[in-house]
């Protein structure tokens, strides 16, 4: 399932999400000199394990965008 690029929920309750995906919680990378609104360049998601290996998707670890298991598509409160 693939819903504007969050592509999964992990066992533990965070999104699974492509690069050009983007939430209200996006807050730009640290050393960043883009600031598009992307999760590519979001502090809580990590596409680039090393500068030679480059992920299609991440993991966002975003607190407040945490979903409770069970609860698929609501925010954690």
């Excluded at 699974?16 to 640290?30: H, K, L, Q």
Aim: proline share 5%; glycine share 12%; charged share 25%.
């Amino acid at each position: 399932m693939k819903i504007g690029g969050m592509i999964g929920i992990t066992e533990d309750g965070y999104p699974i999400v492509t690069g050009e995906y983007s939430c209200p919680n996006w807050e730009a990378g640290a050393g960043g000199t883009f600031e598009m609104r992307e999760c590519w360049y979001c502090k809580y998601a990590d596409f680039r394990k090393t500068t030679q290996i480059v992920l299609e998707k991440s993991i966002c670890h975003c607190p407040s965008y945490h979903i409770t298991p069970g609860l698929k598509g609501q925010k954690k409160k």
